[in-house]
């Protein structure tokens, strides 16, 4: 498939990622599927894309009509058989395998021969994943940072069987959103994610032992080493319960104690305190 063929993308999952993903995506000009397993879901997601947007014309970043544009090449639902149409179909579903992997399975007999089939995953092996699939050399890692609309990174993370052509395809969807990659070969957390939750684990543990507080540690990262937040706070923002399982899974798999999820991580997640989405975690989030 050449670059230029690119014209609609699907995106399975209209959470936190998913929603971000088809918004970046139908500004740049992009056709969106924007695909849930419940139509109230996708809607939520809509409405979420909305409410970004609104919020970026109050803020004199774009104009109503570049807003209404953007919203009118989304198509919301839940038809996976909408990808048939999508050149490249991006999977922004929880972060199990094994989900992961059933929505494949279900938007495998849709696609056509070209399209591309990307994970958002932030650290489950894209290899894997591949190796479940009949198309191993179109697949491959996406990896959008929270909030997708305003952080410029992208992980694109190279299976085993990834071809180069794949690759550079996705680099020029990439640019043409106006986000800028970095390319992994496939490993246990890629490169962000094996060190922000390291970084974060470290963080907490020092949290348990009293070293200090909260907002003393983050802002120690803020303003010494110039981190846009710190990371007990991208913890809330991210999901207590979403950075357990990615910390679980990097220790069973590189078998490296300093991935052990540190107590207060797993208490927190317990209690039910999983960030902003919940109101609390490290820190209590107004509603």
């Known amino acids: 498939m050449s670059n230029r063929e690119v014209r609609r993308i699907a995106v399975i999952g209209a959470g936190t990622m ?13 056709d969106v599927d924007l695909i849930d397993a419940a139509t109230a879901l996708a ?38 058989a909408w990808c048939s149409d999508a050149d490249i179909v991006i999977e922004a579903v ?19 021969s070209g399209a591309i089939l990307a994970t ?5 092996s894209v290899t894997e994943l591949q190796q479940r699939t009949a198309h191993a050399e179109r697949f491959i890692g996406l990896h959008f940072f929270n909030p997708v609309h305003i952080n410029k990174l ?41 060190l922000g939750v390291l970084l974060g684990l470290e963080a907490m543990r020092m949290l348990e ?7 003393d540690i983050d802002k120690a990262m803020e303003l010494g080493y110039r981190h846009p937040m710190g990371p007990l706070k991208l913890t809330d923002l991210v999901g207590l319960d979403v950075r357990l399982d990615i910390a679980r899974y990097l220790h069973e798999k590189l078998r490296m104690e300093q991935f052990r999820p540190p107590r207060i991580l797993e ?21």
């Open 18 to 30: 998913g929603h971000g993903i088809a918004q970046v995506a139908a500004m740049a000009g992009y």
């Open 154 to 194: 992208v992980e694109v993370v190279r299976g085993r069987q990834t071809s180069d052509e794949t690759v550079t395809s996705c680099l020029s969807f990439i640019d043409c959103i106006g986000k800028d990659p970095i390319v992994v070969n496939d490993a246990p957390g890629f490169a962000t994610s094996r």
């Open 120 to 124: 958002n995953t932030s650290s489950l």
């Open 267 to 287: 208490q927190l997640v317990e209690e039910g305190k999983l960030g902003k989405k919940t109101g609390q975690g490290f820190y209590t989030w107004e509603a």
């Open 209 to 215: 032992e009293g070293v200090a507080s909260a907002a």
């Open 43 to 80: 809607h939520r997601g809509f409405e979420r894309v909305r409410a970004n947007l609104d919020d970026g014309i109050r803020r004199q970043k774009l104009s109503v009509a570049e807003r209404d544009a953007a919203l009118g090449r989304i198509r919301t639902g839940t038809e996976m």
């Open 94 to 112: 929880p972060e199990k395998i094994e989900v992961k992997a059933a929505v494949f399975d279900q938007v495998a007999p849709h696609i056509h």
